[in-house]
């Protein structure tokens, strides 16, 4: 029994380390290499695993932790941000999908009541795949990927009730309980059980555990943590996703957010691709082989369909063209709730079977199909780009006194005080829409990269006297400091530094003209704060006066330790103290004095 565990165990690794790095080497991501490897070794392929339902319902852990994960990136208040995209997005992409999937089904012929649950099933997508499909491309915080989950979020908050509705409504002449009011209840109750847990308990218990210094514990206490909530929500009839999920928002705003996700994340990775190699083991390959080409075009309509309906809900609710197509590629496929749908629908439906199993095919079918489509998406945006792109203005030297890399919202302070002033200067940007925006206004900019040598020098960068670093990408400024510094190290540098990190590097590199995007502006503002809380212009000034400084101060020693952690954590606490010393002192002074 050991021996055939661990010869599974080692078919599954050995196939995922073959599969994946092929599938990803091709550009279709991880996820579809997991599922091809699947179904290969499954209990209808080389049969190397026989007990796929027993995979199945382990690696569903998987995303569990998935869900707790992204919960720690959502704090509650942007969850309620997300409110408009989570109701009406997502609702609307649901009535809409179960209305289209539930009409085809009843074409087929299929009885209504059974139509109606199977478009139900078939609207849902797969919160695992479309999120971890996000996560691998980096788009899970761009606009479409935060409205992609607000749908896939929806789907499941609908699933819930499904799941005593779905029984109920397919009982033919059975007594059954529909999903009354004491339901809703039940399933509030537990939410608010979750929250009360999250807020008063757990934070107690994790600040107790992180006094014994022992990381050890505190991985077992944040497992311990993720399954209790997943055990006690399934026992009680609500999604274990869901449940862990509002543990992860819950936690969100705790000083422990990123221990429990770095301790969570490496199991989250290995159950993630178990889950979808059981997914792939699940695929009956003698019923594709019975219908390939009716399997293949079923698939197809079904997933063209489903971007149709969500590309539409997505411009219904202002959401632009790429931005609804994207989400629309991204969660086309079916959803692993349908499974379980599909497996009620099968204990009250046994003539059903087939069409189910078939079902089934389809939704593993559409996860295949999904990363395919996403590969073309990709390469056709390359092409589309590689075709829009227009040639780099030829830049004639003018004799400018000042160079401004980046004609932004940054660079255009620059360009106006030097434009009053009559004093010479030649302005750079890549970004074509910018430039015609602005030479509408009669400013010229000229469309290049300022990162290219030859182009400053056709600019007249051996004759002027600046730079001024105005760039929106830090490491294209950093690379243009660099070019300055080794080719045109006459010329001063004045940048823009946009975070404390990028002031870091900038430092680093010798730049001592530099302002950090938003301090001074929200420095000023603090000021104006302090006069309206009954401070003189005075003390406001010469307090806000003592605050730059020190962080000036600051910065600079920060920068001398930043590569290491510790102390830089030091540092940044004893500048803190220090801080709120010389503050102290201010307002102490001050009352002396008045």
Request: hydrophobic share 50%.
């Amino acid at each position: 029994m050991a021996g055939d565990l661990l010869l599974q165990a080692l078919s599954m690794m050995g196939a995922a380390l073959i599969a994946v790095p092929l599938f990803k080497w091709l550009g279709f991501g991880s996820v579809l290499g997991y599922l091809i490897a699947g179904i290969v070794i499954g209990p209808f392929g080389l049969s190397l695993i026989h007990e796929a339902k027993e995979v199945a319902h382990f690696s569903e852990l998987g995303v569990v932790f998935l869900l707790f994960i992204i919960g720690l990136e959502i704090q509650p208040q942007k969850l309620w941000r997300m409110r408009r995209h989570l109701f009406g997005l997502g609702g609307a992409q649901i009535v809409l999908s179960t209305f289209i999937f539930g009409s085809a089904a009843l074409a087929f012929g299929i009885e209504g009541r059974l139509a109606l649950v199977i478009g139900l099933a078939l609207s849902l997508s797969s919160t695992a795949f479309a999120i971890q499909s996000l996560i691998e491309r980096g788009h899970f915080q761009n606009e479409f990927g935060r409205a992609s989950f607000a749908t896939l979020l929806m789907q499941d908050l609908v699933a819930i009730p499904a799941l005593s509705i779905v029984p109920w409504l397919l009982r033919d002449g059975v007594q059954g309980s529909a999903y009354s009011s004491l339901d809703l209840g039940r399933d509030i109750a537990i939410i608010l059980t979750v929250f009360l847990a999250g807020r008063y308990f757990t934070r107690p218990v994790f600040r107790l555990v992180a006094s014994t210094r022992s990381r050890e514990t505190f991985t077992v206490t944040a497992l311990f943590i993720v399954l209790g909530v997943a055990a006690i929500t399934t026992q009680l009839g609500v999604s274990a996703a869901l449940g862990t999920f509002l543990a992860g928002v819950l936690l969100a705003g705790s000083e422990y957010r990123h221990e429990l996700e770095t301790n969570i994340e490496p199991f989250k990775g290995l159950l993630m691709g178990m889950f979808f190699m059981a997914v792939g083991m699940g695929v009956d390959l003698s019923l594709v082989m019975r219908a390939p080409i009716t399997l293949a075009a079923l698939t197809l309509a079904y997933v063209t369909l489903k971007i149709l309906v969500i590309y539409g809900a997505g411009r219904l609710f202002k959401m632009s063209n790429p931005n609804s197509r994207l989400m629309a590629i991204y969660i086309s496929q079916g959803g692993e709730f349908a499974f379980v749908l599909f497996g009620i629908v099968a204990s009250l439906k046994p003539q059903a079977q087939e069409t189910l199993g078939f079902l089934t095919a389809l939704i593993t079918a559409s996860m295949i199909l999904t990363p395919i489509i996403l590969w073309f998406e990709e390469r056709l945006s390359i092409w589309r780009a590689a075709e829009a792109k227009r040639e780099f203005d030829k830049i004639e030297n003018e004799s400018p006194q000042v160079l401004l890399a980046g004609y932004g919202r940054f660079g255009q302070m620059f360009g106006r005080v030097l434009t009053a002033q009559e004093i010479p200067y030649v302005a750079i940007d890549n970004d074509p829409e910018q430039i015609e925006l602005v030479r509408r206004f009669g400013t010229k900019v000229y469309y290049g990269d300022a990162t290219r040598e030859d182009l400053l020098e056709s600019a007249g960068a051996a004759n002027a006297k600046a730079i001024v670093l105005a760039l929106d990408d830090t490491e294209k400024s950093i690379e243009l400091v660099k070019l300055v510094k080794s080719k045109f190290s006459h010329l001063k540098i004045f940048a823009r530094a946009r975070n404390r990190g990028h002031a870091f590097e900038l430092l680093d590199l010798g730049v001592e003209n530099f302002k950090r995007e938003v301090f001074d502006s929200s420095v000023s503002l603090v000021g104006e704060l302090l006069l309206e809380l009954g401070y003189s212009q005075e003390s406001a000034n010469r307090l806000i006066s003592r605050f730059k400084s020190h962080d000036e101060i600051m910065l600079r020693e920060q920068a001398k330790v930043r590569t290491d952690n510790k102390t830089l954590v030091s540092v940044s606490k004893q500048g803190t103290a220090q801080l709120a010393e010389v503050l102290r002192e201010d307002r102490l002074q001050s009352r002396i004095n008045s």
